[in-house]
């Protein structure tokens, strides 16, 4: 029994809303405030701040953008002092490397939640290299480091074997993303007709989500399909070119872009078929969103999202870089409703039964309940944690 709380330092490197924040602010809003109390530090301002401040969680900002900044360390141990916090808990590589070792100075538990390992696909050769040791000292001195997929599991014991690994699946709130069937002017506003059907890139315009394969596939698929059209919602730095090639396919009437919307469960509700034609991921929380919605959805066969959807299942899965890929299952799904309705209820399926948001909240608590009670002082005793048969949670 704890004679206090458990007080957790959750550490991220911006205070906007990504994947990432999305995973924090849903776990630490749900987590047991009788036996945990959550602190946050962001490294920038931001909505995810503001709401976390708004459900009554001590968040602190120290304002940097960059990775390895010794200038703010003193401030990190003074929080760690000041809140006698027991565990830090890492979110992603950045808030790794300006918290890690203050924790280290102050003896405090260390876990890191692995967003995406950060020596992806599209770096240089040195960035890469620069990426994969500070991914190993961050897994090498945290007590122990979580991912969201199976596969991440897997890159990190090739990359990293040093780490202490723990798999929690990434999840989301599937009692708020539930299809409904009210009313929604959403369609009216954002000019499609009743008669149109809608298909949806709703993600950051960035290099890893590939925006552009999706608008390369809309000229094959409005060939075949007068019906079809396009909602792309995000910023990112890939935004303008990915307007230009619309321009230049002469598809900027079928698109409608949008920035980042607050109302991403109204947009999916109007959304016929949702694809994602990302480069790499965890498991991507917004093709789970999707999925919840009972939305037929097109995504890469690639690591991450292959342990949510299952071809022909409960969605469709092509290559990447391939927009005709992307065209000829859309055009199907186009065509046939009844499949489109068979996947999204196998896909909510899936959701409801793998990636709800309360098994991630109950397995965190478990790992900040089983460090702080056992009181693991080596990674010989961690290693013995993470493979525990008591652990239901532990990666195979």
Same mark, same amino acid.
């Given at each position: 029994?704890?004679?206090?709380?458990?007080?957790?330092?959750?550490?991220?490197?911006?205070?906007?809303?990504?994947?990432?924040?999305?995973?924090?602010y849903?776990?630490?809003?749900r987590l047991?405030?009788?036996?945990?109390?959550?602190?946050?530090?962001?490294?920038?301002?931001?909505?995810?701040?503001e709401?976390?401040?708004?459900?009554?969680?001590?968040?602190?900002v120290?304002?940097t953008?960059?990775?390895?900044n010794f200038?703010?360390?003193?401030?990190?141990?003074?929080?760690?002092?000041?809140?006698?916090?027991?565990?830090?808990?890492?979110?992603?590589t950045?808030?790794?490397?300006?918290?890690?070792?203050?924790?280290?100075?102050?003896?405090?538990?260390?876990?890191?939640?692995?967003?995406?390992?950060?020596f992806?696909?599209?770096?240089?050769?040195?960035?890469?290299h620069?990426?994969i040791?500070?991914?190993?000292?961050?897994?090498r001195?945290?007590?122990l480091?979580?991912c969201?997929?199976?596969a991440?599991i897997?890159?990190?014991?090739?990359?990293?074997?040093?780490?202490?690994?723990?798999?929690? /699946?990434?999840? !989301?709130? *599937? +009692?708020?993303f539930?299809?409904?069937?009210?009313? #929604?002017s =959403?369609?009216?506003?954002?000019g499609?007709?009743?008669?149109?059907?809608?298909?949806?890139?709703?993600?950051?315009?960035?290099?890893?989500?590939?925006p552009l394969?999706?608008?390369k596939?809309?000229?094959?698929?409005?060939?075949?399909?007068?019906?079809?059209?396009?909602?792309?919602?995000?910023?990112?730095?890939l935004k303008?070119?990915?307007?230009?090639?619309a321009?230049?396919?002469?598809?900027?009437?079928?698109?409608?872009?949008?920035?980042?919307?607050?109302?991403v469960?109204?947009?999916?509700?109007?959304t016929?078929?949702?694809?994602?034609?990302?480069?790499?991921?965890?498991?991507?929380?917004?093709?789970?969103?999707?999925?919840?919605?009972e /939305?037929?959805? !097109?995504? *890469? +066969?690639?690591?991450?999202?292959?342990?949510?959807? #299952?071809? =022909?299942?409960n969605?469709?899965?092509?290559?990447?870089?391939?927009?005709d890929?992307v065209?000829?299952?859309?055009?199907m799904?186009?065509?046939?409703?009844?499949?489109?309705?068979?996947?999204?209820?196998?896909?909510?399926?899936?959701?409801?039964t793998?990636?709800?948001?309360q098994?991630?909240?109950?397995?965190?608590?478990?790992v900040?309940?089983?460090?702080?009670e056992?009181a693991?002082t080596?990674?010989?005793?961690?290693?013995d944690?993470?493979?525990?048969?008591?652990?239901?949670?532990?990666a195979?």
């Amino acid at each position: 029994m704890h004679e206090r709380k458990i007080k957790i330092l959750h550490t991220i490197r911006q205070g906007g809303f990504g994947g990432g924040e999305t995973y924090l602010y849903n776990l630490v809003t749900r987590l047991d405030k009788d036996i945990i109390e959550p602190v946050v530090l962001s490294f920038t301002e931001g909505e995810m701040v503001e709401k976390l401040r708004q459900a009554g969680i001590k968040t602190y900002v120290i304002p940097t953008l960059k990775p390895f900044n010794f200038v703010i360390y003193p401030q990190v141990i003074q929080i760690l002092e000041q809140e006698k916090i027991d565990v830090l808990h890492i979110h992603g590589t950045r808030a790794g490397t300006n918290t890690l070792i203050p924790a280290l100075l102050k003896g405090a538990k260390v876990i890191y939640t692995v967003h995406g390992w950060s020596f992806h696909t599209g770096n240089s050769t040195l960035a890469t290299h620069l990426r994969i040791l500070s991914e190993r000292f961050l897994t090498r001195f945290a007590t122990l480091t979580i991912c969201g997929s199976a596969a991440d599991i897997q890159q990190g014991k090739q990359y990293c074997p040093e780490g202490h690994y723990q798999l929690i /699946k990434n999840s !989301i709130d *599937t +009692h708020f993303f539930t299809p409904h069937t009210s009313h #929604t002017s =959403h369609r009216h506003e954002l000019g499609f007709a009743e008669t149109d059907l809608v298909i949806s890139f709703i993600a950051r315009f960035t290099f890893q989500k590939d925006p552009l394969s999706f608008i390369k596939a809309i000229p094959a698929i409005c060939r075949e399909v007068s019906a079809a059209k396009f909602l792309m919602v995000g910023e990112g730095e890939l935004k303008e070119t990915c307007i230009q090639l619309a321009s230049e396919l002469n598809i900027a009437d079928k698109i409608v872009f949008l920035p980042f919307r607050k109302d991403v469960k109204e947009l999916l509700q109007i959304t016929d078929i949702f694809v994602l034609p990302s480069l790499w991921e965890v498991i991507p929380l917004g093709l789970l969103e999707a999925m919840a919605m009972e /939305k037929a959805c !097109i995504a *890469t +066969h690639i690591p991450g999202t292959t342990e949510a959807i #299952t071809d =022909h299942q409960n969605g469709m899965l092509v290559d990447v870089h391939q927009p005709d890929h992307v065209a000829r299952k859309v055009i199907m799904l186009a065509f046939n409703p009844i499949l489109r309705k068979k996947l999204g209820k196998n896909a909510r399926h899936t959701v409801l039964t793998q990636f709800g948001i309360q098994e991630l909240v109950k397995a965190n608590e478990h790992v900040y309940t089983m460090l702080t009670e056992h009181a693991v002082t080596s990674h010989l005793a961690t290693a013995d944690l993470a493979t525990s048969p008591d652990n239901p949670f532990v990666a195979s």
